[in-house]
């Protein structure tokens, strides 16, 4: 039991394992805060350039590798389960938009596949709890867009964050 204070007391339960406090539970949330032209037919690496928070330095916002992160990366030092969301907002011309969360350069989840009319904005979101061991498991926002397009480049419209939920 901890006290705080006169008569506040907080009871802590046994536990074997990780006890997690909020210090070491890495979070962050970034956004893309300028456009993006997203290819043909292909996946693209989303520029998140911007950072609302980040509780534990393991986002990098820059596109080259800085230090063990790779380019628009989060790279948790903490092993555990997160949960990931990834909101992406484009522009293209009748076809379809799909966002995409990536685990060590590799597609791990696909959200939702938007048709989009020509010239319209339309947004995709991608979410799923993700397996982070804490040194070398990192992620990325990733889109699929059936034709070239732009990336809506402001906090409201693509957005990408993470927060532990529970230790390894």
């Not at 070491?24 to 350039?49: E, R």
């Not at 979101?125 to 498991?137: E, K």
């Not at 926002?141 to 693509?158: E, H, I, K, L, R």
């Given at each position: 039991?901890?006290?705080?204070?006169?008569?506040?007391?907080?009871?802590?339960?046994?536990?074997?394992?990780?006890?997690?406090?909020?210090?070491?539970?890495?979070?962050?949330?970034?956004?893309?805060?300028?456009?993006?032209?997203?290819?043909?037919?292909?996946?693209?690496?989303?520029?998140?350039?911007?950072?609302?928070?980040?509780?534990?330095?393991?986002?990098?916002?820059?596109?080259?590798?800085?230090?063990s992160i790779p380019a628009y990366a989060?790279?948790?030092?903490?092993?555990?389960?997160?949960?990931?969301?990834?909101?992406?907002?484009?522009?293209?011309?009748?076809?379809?938009?799909?966002a995409a969360i990536y685990k060590n350069?590799?597609?791990?989840?696909?959200?939702?596949?938007?048709?989009?009319?020509?010239?319209?904005?339309?947004?995709?979101?991608?979410?799923?709890?993700?397996?982070?061991?804490?040194?070398?498991?990192?992620?990325?926002?990733?889109?699929?867009?059936?034709?070239?397009?732009?990336?809506?480049?402001?906090?409201?419209?693509?957005?990408?964050?993470?927060?532990?939920?529970?230790?390894?």
């Open positions: 039991q901890l006290a705080s204070g006169t008569g506040n007391l907080v009871t802590i339960p046994s536990v074997t394992g990780t006890a997690m406090v909020s210090g070491n539970m890495p979070a962050f949330s970034a956004y893309q805060n300028s456009n993006q032209s997203y290819s043909s037919g292909v996946s693209t690496l989303i520029n998140f350039q911007a950072e609302n928070w980040d509780t534990a330095s393991c986002f990098n916002n820059t596109g080259s590798t800085v230090g989060f790279l948790p030092n903490v092993a555990g389960y997160y949960q990931v969301n990834l909101l992406v907002r484009a522009n293209n011309t009748n076809n379809e938009s799909q350069g590799s597609a791990w989840c696909n959200g939702s596949c938007i048709n989009i009319a020509s010239g319209t904005n339309a947004g995709s979101t991608a979410s799923s709890i993700v397996y982070l061991n804490g040194t070398t498991d990192y992620i990325q926002g990733y889109v699929y867009n059936g034709s070239a397009g732009t990336g809506s480049g402001n906090n409201q419209s693509t957005q990408f964050s993470a927060i532990m939920v529970r230790g390894a």
